[in-house]
């Protein structure tokens, strides 16, 4: 019986262990930092190229959310394709056909483990709209332990934030 215990003991961290990298298949590898930084201005409005869907990110964290200093990278399909912080915005391209998002803090402290995932499945000549909130204690007299959301707004809400918010630049760190 002691036997038993010792191996479902030690089992299970090694399960728990080899499950993440079947989860985290949208992500992109553990490894990959990103630099980002905002434009001046929100971006222009744009149409998909022929034959593509548009994808915009929007990062919203409301009014408190310039105070925000962790920056999230996103993943489509087992890459990083961007990063952004604070309140901003970035867009990519994409083939048409099913996809799988990462949401991910890039931080080295606890709110690294926070993760969010969508699929979706893109249509040639479609926009498509997805925000990240990451909330983390910011009071002391309401702490709450940090969590993050990727959500697809209302396309209304989504052109607002666009329009409002800064376009974001990133490069992945060398």
Known sequence: MKAICLIVLFSVPAFAQSQPSSLTSACG????TFRASEDAAPLSPAVPAPGKALVYFI??????GNA???TLKIGLD???IGA????SVFTVSINPGGHHLCANVQSISSA???LAFAHFTAEAGKTYYFRTRFM????TLYPISPYLILEQPDSDEAQYLIATYPASISKPNK
Do not use: E, I, M, T
Request: glycine residues 12%.
């Open 78 to 80: 087992g890459s990083w």
């Open 112 to 114: 690294a483990q926070n």
């Open 29 to 32: 590898p553990n490894k990959v």
């Open 84 to 87: 952004y912080k604070a309140n």
């Open 68 to 70: 925000q200093h962790f």
């Open 59 to 64: 990062q919203d964290n409301g009014l408190r």
């Open 136 to 139: 983390a204690g910011l009071s």
